[in-house]
């Protein structure tokens, strides 16, 4: 029974994700394909896509980092919340976030009214895809980097503090 149970599943995810690039094949011939694909305006698209994707994983890092630290290594009054808030948007149906996004950043947002008024704008634009990239990105990177660095022994850590370390020397070698 089990492995009738695993045979349907796998069954189902290849037609939900293969059928569809089965399909795309199948309907485009290869030599098509390959023109429409050296095209200026698919250049220009995946350019703008590493782009804003090079962005978003700098950002990501940058402030998931040390999230993902003090989830890893603290207890604080919060935690709870921080962590759910963190992987939040990985449960949001896509257009909800990108509803929420709107009613943050956009023009007559809780933010966009200011960054409006300072001259910013962000729907619609680059800077409003690496801000959907990044929101989208930054619970899996928090998630795994602080699993990870829950991995690291405490008595290194401690030995560390009793040489002298301080935290950050701590976080770069330990």
């Not at 949001?92 to 996004?101: E, F, H, M, Q, R």
């Amino acid at each position: 029974m089990w492995r009738i149970a695993v045979a349907i599943g796998i069954g189902f995810f290849l037609a939900l994700v293969g059928l569809p690039l089965v399909a795309l094949l199948v309907r485009v011939p290869p030599v098509e394909l390959i023109r429409r694909a050296a095209s200026p305006l698919v250049l220009q698209a995946l350019e703008l896509s590493l782009f804003t994707s090079v962005i978003a994983t700098v950002l990501v890092a940058a402030f998931g980092l040390p999230v993902a630290y003090i989830l890893a290594t603290r207890d604080f009054p919060g935690r709870r919340v921080l962590e759910t808030l963190v992987e939040l948007p990985m449960v949001i149906p896509p257009t909800v976030a990108g509803v929420g996004l709107l009613l943050a950043f956009g023009r007559a947002g809780l933010a966009g009214g200011m960054l409006s008024w300072l001259g910013i704008q962000i729907p619609f634009t680059t800077l409003a895809v690496v801000i959907a990239e990044a929101f989208v990105a930054m619970p899996f990177f928090v998630s795994t980097t602080a699993a990870g660095l829950r991995e690291v022994e405490p008595r290194y850590r401690e030995a560390a503090v009793t040489l002298g370390a301080t935290p950050p020397y701590m976080f770069r070698r330990v």
